[in-house]
């Protein structure tokens, strides 16, 4: 049974960081793209970042600069590390494991990210 539970969210003030963890169970882990969305109320969930089994690493526009994507695959974790973090950035935080080839992806519950003063 494959489980993806991430923690470290959070309230942070605006410009302060945050360090997202993803532990995944249950899949050959290294050899999974791994990815976080995020989602606020009303809106549809975007990705984030990407980071494949090789280690290359995707952004989305606008996080580029201040979020990075890294795993640890003795750990079985990925992770993503927030900085200058924005209100705009508040958003449940999803880590995703898409199964290469095929149309099933596995989804962690969520960790919420408040951004206020």
């Known amino acids: 049974q494959v489980q993806l539970v991430e923690s470290g969210g959070g309230l942070v003030q605006p410009g302060g960081s945050l360090r997202l963890s993803c532990a995944a169970s249950?899949?050959?882990?290294?050899?999974?793209?791994m990815k976080w969305y995020r989602q606020e109320p009303g809106r549809e969930r975007e990705l984030v970042a990407t980071?494949?089994?090789?280690?290359?690493?995707t952004y989305l526009d606008a996080v580029k600069g201040r979020f990075t994507i890294s795993r640890d695959n003795a750990k079985n974790t990925v992770y993503l590390q927030m900085n200058s973090l924005k209100p705009e950035d508040a958003a449940v935080y999803y880590c995703?494991?898409?199964?290469?080839?095929?149309?099933?992806?596995?989804w962690g519950k969520g960790t919420l990210v408040t951004v206020s003063s």
């Open positions: 980071i494949t089994s090789g280690g290359t690493t």
């Open positions: 995703n494991a898409p199964l290469s080839g095929t149309h099933i992806e596995y």
């Open positions: 249950g899949l050959p882990f290294s050899s999974y793209d």
